[in-house]
């Protein structure tokens, strides 16, 4: 079974508006980590937001938040006010186990494009 | 500035050639990365190591390679027995002991097969 999934290969955004990523996990370890990863066209691979399994509240970092429905092994990633530097690929990725594990699993990603 | 530094950028590789891809860290990070990047794929791991002279297989290794000889420098190399190397590669670097462990990455290298 795939360890994250994410269903939309692509999405379009009105310049201003607010987007959500979806992405689901799936793991049986209580303890794990979810982040979101941007990648522009240029390849680098940009770090957004973290959201621990243990944590009690959602993620926040700037524009975006990070909706983590535990029980739904979801972990969707909500873009507010889209600018046009936000188009580019998004990676959900889960780390399993203890904060010294290091496999990272992403799910294929979903290439937004913002529309002015 | 601090950062993870990847080159070449550009890498073009004769059929049975060995190729060394380089990556640089001055993060001070203890753990280093390589994933490997398909198109229209999200990311696999090659090799990670989490100190000095100690690295382990990620779930794609066969057919590559790597060292860890200094805390900076993770060198990846795509050996002849890789059979596809064409590839997106990304390197990354993390403090483990952080409660986050979260994975910075460089620009990449894109290898082509000549």
């Keep these: ?116 | 500035d601090g950062g993870i530094t990847q080159s070449p950028k550009y890498l073009f590789r004769k059929e049975g050639q060995n190729v060394t891809l380089s990556c640089e860290q001055n993060l001070n990070h203890d753990a280093m990365y390589w994933y490997r990047q398909d198109p229209g794929q999200g990311l696999r791991l090659i090799y990670y190591s989490q100190i000095v002279n100690d690295f382990q297989k990620g779930d794609i290794a066969e057919g590559y390679s790597v060292s860890r000889e200094k805390k900076e420098s993770f060198p990846l190399t795509v050996t002849s027995a890789q059979k596809n190397p064409t590839a997106f590669y990304l390197c990354a670097s993390s403090h483990r002991q952080l409660a986050k462990n979260i994975q910075y990455f460089g620009a990449g290298t894109r290898l082509s097969v000549l």
């Design chain 1, 1 to 116: 079974a795939q360890k994250i999934t994410q269903t939309q290969p692509g999405m379009f955004v009105q310049e201003k508006e607010a987007v959500t990523l979806d992405c689901t996990y799936d793991t049986s370890d209580p303890s794990y980590g979810l982040f979101w990863y941007k990648q522009p066209s240029s390849g680098e691979m940009i770090f957004l937001i973290y959201q621990g399994s243990y944590d009690q509240q959602n993620a926040t970092e700037g524009r975006y938040s990070l909706n983590f429905q535990k029980a739904r092994k979801s972990a969707n990633l909500v873009i507010s006010a889209s600018q046009l530097g936000d188009s580019a690929m998004y990676f959900c990725a889960m780390r399993e186990g203890q904060t010294g594990a290091n496999n990272l699993f992403f799910g294929t990603g979903t290439r937004l494009t913002v529309i002015p």
